[in-house]
């Protein structure tokens, strides 16, 4: 949440675009994370399962924007 607040700051504009690129840079780091803490406890698991979750969770980001949007114009009453 710090990184996208930092991001958010630095930028004069928050476009789409820019909002998917940095969640699913912050996705790509959340999974090298959890794959490094399995690798340190000792499961033996290629890097390469990471990129199926991480591939699912980028290309969900535009429909979960799209129903956040939708519910916050709903609650707006707009």
């Known amino acids: 949440m710090l990184l996208l607040d930092i991001a958010d700051r630095?930028?004069?504009?928050?476009?789409?675009?820019?909002?998917?690129?940095?969640?699913?840079?912050?996705?790509?780091?959340?999974?090298?994370?959890?794959?490094?803490?399995?690798?340190?406890?000792g499961a033996a698991m290629p890097f390469l399962s990471i990129i199926p979750p991480f591939l699912i969770a980028v290309f969900a980001f535009p429909v979960a924007a799209w129903f956040v949007s939708a519910l916050d114009q709903w609650r707006l009453g707009r």
Do not use: D, I, P, S
Not at 19 to 41: D, H, S
């Open 10 to 41: 630095r930028t004069m504009f928050r476009g789409y675009w820019l909002e998917w690129v940095l969640a699913a840079v912050l996705l790509l780091g959340w999974e090298a994370a959890q794959w490094n803490v399995a690798r340190v406890t």
